[in-house]
């Protein structure tokens, strides 16, 4: 699986990027939010990527973080929603607001997306809505899965790494600070 690529931007487009790493131009579907963070053609780019397998298809997705990247993940495993339909939803508004709609159960933010109805809307609220992070009293996420991954990373095992993360989320105001604070909790 290729999960991320770092290397020269050849071309940028609507439909797509070329990057390439080591000599080879990978061609990388992205939503309209990572198009715009890209660099000028020719600068120095990090897309964090999702490698789509499908028996006729082979395709390569890249994100700008890898917030943006599970939040696609999810929503490929959602019946209904493919790649291109997920791309459209990553393009509508960025993962933490989309997280938030999900959350809330507001499928009316979904189903403005061209290509998806009312009730493949509803679907995805109804399959993702206990999967998204922990929304503040402002609505936004606190990314407690990104600080889960990070501690996992560094060698917890994923029920330590949740049980110190709900320990201290309710304190901290973003990512970082979770993940600084729940190993504070952990060598404790």
Do not use: C, W
């Amino acid at each position: 699986m290729i999960a991320q690529l770092r290397g020269t931007l050849l071309s940028k487009e609507p439909s797509g990027v070329v990057l390439e790493t080591g000599g080879v131009g990978y061609l990388v579907t992205v939503p309209v939010s990572t198009l715009t963070e890209l660099p000028a053609v020719g600068g120095e780019a990090t897309l964090h990527t999702h490698q789509y397998v499908r028996e006729d298809v082979l395709a390569l997705y890249g994100f700008a973080t890898t917030a943006e990247r599970r939040l696609f993940t999810q929503l490929i495993g959602v019946s209904g929603i493919g790649p291109k339909v997920a791309l459209a939803i990553l393009s509508l508004s960025n993962p933490d607001d989309i997280r938030a709609a999900i959350a809330s159960g507001d499928a009316e933010f979904l189903a403005s997306v061209p290509g998806i109805g009312k009730k493949t809307a509803e679907r995805v609220v109804v399959d993702l809505q206990d999967k998204m992070d922990m929304v503040t009293s402002e609505g936004a996420p606190r990314g407690q899965d990104e600080a889960v991954e990070a501690l996992v990373s560094l060698g917890y095992s994923n029920a330590e790494a949740r049980k110190a993360v709900s320990a201290v989320a309710a304190g901290a105001d973003s990512t970082e600070a979770v993940i600084k604070a729940a190993l504070k909790e952990l060598s404790s």
